[in-house]
């Protein structure tokens, strides 16, 4: 199974920058649609952004014009630029290759969720 480790994340104030960096096990990989998730406390994770592996892009309603998705297939590398941070984006981040969606969840289908990284932004 692919391998996922997230990193960049930490403590940051309202209206900061952080850049989130998603390194993947295999070359194959870049060839996937990849997606940045969220989970805060005591919620479901959600869909945060997506990319496909010809670089088209999409966003939840709430990180447009704020978090850019991004990847580097050559480094086997997705990124998520994320400004004008608010304590709402706090959350615990994971990026996963292809997932599908059931009973209020999603399922990454060739990898498993990895640790995540933690972004705290403090108001």
């Known amino acids: 199974q692919v391998q996922l480790v997230e990193s960049g994340g930490g403590l940051v104030q309202a209206g900061g920058s952080l850049r989130l960096s998603c390194a993947a096990s295999e070359n194959s990989f870049s060839a996937n649609a990849m997606g940045w998730y969220r989970q805060a406390p005591g919620k479901q994770r959600e869909l945060v952004a997506t990319i496909t592996g010809g670089g088209s892009t999409n966003y939840t309603y709430s990180v447009k014009g704020r978090f850019t998705i991004s990847r580097d297939n050559a480094k086997n590398m997705v990124y998520l630029q994320m400004n004008s941070l608010k304590p709402e984006d706090t959350a615990v981040y994971y990026c996963?290759?292809?997932?599908?969606?059931?009973?209020?969840?999603?399922?990454?289908?060739?990898?498993?969720w990895g640790q995540g990284t933690q972004v705290t932004v403090a108001s």
């Open positions: 996963s290759g292809p997932t599908y969606y059931s009973g209020s969840a999603y399922y990454p289908i060739f990898n498993s």
